[in-house]
């Protein structure tokens, strides 16, 4: 028994050597190619294997004769373990060099597409990943292109539709001034709708901002809509009269909700407005309010606007969509509904739309209060 003690520990001391020689040299080629490191481990488990032979050969005094057999045998191994440790660096390398290539197209701007040779697990795992991320970065550019072609637009639309009123307002001031003015009452009634749209204008402005800037203030409090929907009927009941438009509420629960009760009169103030001038006299906007069976609360408007273009449903709530090329009312600015998604979206909810017989229906869901 001592015998075997001995051999293992002869074995062992070999071994151990071999294996710190080793360590060091990783050590010093950690920056290198991933082909040196498995040719270092390969020569390290063969060294280990020799020097622990020899070091028991040693101790038992083996013959010449023997010890050239192990060494040769051992010279196999190594020349086989080696071999394999560059065919198969060669090979994670070239896969390696394939997947950084292909990372790259992808951080200049392109997408990214997985090299089609099979690789190991580990750089299947880091392919899968990078083409995700390409995939959340397409669409993040995508968005930010569509952001900014709409803040582009948002900008010349303003600048024309603030030059129109003051273009007005200008020309009324100076008739006035210079006394030609045929009937001055007239003109001044007429100036202060432009001031008043002018101001309603720069509200949106603001109240815009905030919602983009995430600065929007809200002050929740326990309401039913149904007296949230009651009030803004009544506040566009005489815009629908004017129309010739009905105004249908009686599909109204009185569901509680924990909202900014000012921010949510105006979500559906522009939604019912919105759907007025877009529906034809002696037409019908409806107003329903139900449960949802995930527990949130839905607020729809339905209008018989005859549908939008499918084209133009996805920008919908986009800043600056009219759905019309005019500029003069009721185009508007295209502000209202952008307005509407975002007060929506910081009260944790979601507004949509969707084509139905007719016309359109715009639907908000909302957190249920509990």
């Known amino acids: 028994m001592h015998v075997y003690f001995l051999i293992a520990a002869y074995a062992f001391a070999g071994a151990a050597a071999s294996g710190l020689a080793g360590a060091a040299v990783l050590r010093l080629l950690r920056r290198r190619s991933l082909t040196a490191s498995l040719a270092v481990v390969s020569a390290v ?12 050969a040693w101790a038992m005094f083996l013959s010449p004769h023997d010890l050239k057999v192990v060494t040769t045998v051992v010279a196999m191994a190594a020349a086989v373990s080696l071999a ?4 198969l660096g060669r090979r994670v390398v070239a896969r390696s060099r394939e997947l950084a290539d292909a990372a790259r197209s992808f951080g200049d701007g392109g997408t990214f597409a ?31 292109r569509a952001l900014e072609t ?22 009324m001031a100076e008739a006035l001034e ?36 995430g600065a929007l203030p809200l002050s929740p409090a ?29 599909d109204v629960e009185p569901v509680p909700v924990e909202v900014d009760g000012k921010e949510m009169s105006r979500v559906l103030g522009n939604l019912l407005i919105n759907a007025i001038r877009r529906t034809p006299a002696d037409g019908t906007v409806a107003v329903a309010v139900e449960r949802a069976p995930e527990g949130s609360v839905v607020v729809s408007v339905t209008d018989g606007c005859g549908g939008i273009p499918e084209e133009d449903l996805p920008r919908v709530f986009d800043t600056g969509w009219r759905g019309s090329h005019a500029r003069t009312p009721p185009a508007g600015a295209g502000l209202g509904l952008a307005i509407v998604r975002g007060i929506v979206e910081a009260h944790r909810g979601r507004a949509t739309v969707r084509n139905i017989p007719g016309g359109c229906r715009f639907e908000v869901t909302l957190p249920a209060a509990t």
Do not use: C, K
């Open 45 to 56: 488990g063969v060294v280990a294997m020799l020097a622990g032979t020899l070091a028991v």
């Open 84 to 87: 394999t440790a560059l065919l």
């Open 114 to 144: 997985a090299p089609p040779a099979p690789a190991t697990a580990e750089l299947e795992a880091v392919s899968r990943e990078l083409a995700a991320t390409s995939a959340r970065l397409t669409a993040s550019r995508e968005r930010e």
């Open 150 to 171: 709409s803040r582009r637009e948002l900008v010349a639309w303003i600048s024309h539709d603030l030059r129109t009123p003051l273009a007005g307002l200008r020309a």
């Open 178 to 213: 210079d006394g030609v003015a045929a009937d001055p009452g007239r003109y001044l009634t007429q100036m202060r709708t432009e001031v008043d749209r002018l101001n309603d204008m720069v509200g949106d402005l603001f109240e815009l901002s905030r919602i983009h800037a």
């Open 222 to 250: 326990r309401l039913s809509l149904y007296d949230l929907v009651g009030d803004a009927l009544a506040g566009v009941d005489p815009l629908a009269r004017e129309h010739g438009v009905r105004l249908v509420g009686d």
